[in-house]
């Protein structure tokens, strides 16, 4: 009789645990709707036209398409991750300091069900600013694919992926001033090495492995692909790629957000 009242279980979580989570994410959007909007669309958005249309007149092809066509998935999928990875190490971080987690926790919520709550909401996230993005730039014209819905495929899996990396800083991190490497140290060199802005072939022979393993350029490719409507089996292999990453980071993220929790 508890277990019924507490949720039935599906592969050992309980998805009404992690719905709740959500759902309290989605009543603060609501009363912050406007102030977030200016992040999911705004700022990416000035960075898609001024880089677009300003480094576009100075570089007319790229790989065989115009350079703003070119630039478009990257620009969605760098927003995606930005979004993905501040909600659950910066967001999550404070959540902790203020005890909302451990409040959380009294809650018949697991700390499992509490990472993938969290890592939920980042997917929640990642994809809203996907459209936002992706709707502007085919209403300019630099998504020609019909495929290029598919860009939330490639936005979802960055949220896993971030999300649980997030989250992994958030419970390592002994203060704020170690948190914020999360972005100086792992999210702005990841976005200017994915092939975002050029293309990886433009890297020294010795980087571009190193490029290519790293969790967001499968997803600047996938998106790529897209959007351009030019899909191979290269990216298929890039979903694979980003759907092993994600089994490996969210066990540990859970791991370590239990022993940060846990005393």
Known sequence: MVAAAQGS???GVRPRSIAGIWFRHALVLRHTWLTAMSWYFLEPFVALIAVGIGIGRLVQDVEGIPYAIFLTPGVIAGSAMFHAIFECS???F???QKGVFETTLTAPVSTRELALGEISWAVTRAIITAVCVGAVAA???WIESVYGVGVLLAAALIGVQFGALGLIFAALAPNIHVLSLTFTVVASPLYFFSGAFY???ALPDWV???AWAAPLTPAVHLARGFTTGNLEM?????IVYMLVLSAVLIPIAATLLHRRLVK
């Open 9 to 11: 279980y599906i592969a």
């Open 90 to 92: 910066w967001g999550a």
């Open 94 to 96: 404070f959540r902790i």
């Open 139 to 141: 209403a300019i014209g």
């Open 199 to 201: 293309p990886i072939s």
């Open 208 to 210: 571009e492995p190193i």
């Open 234 to 238: 290269s990216h298929l292999l890039a």
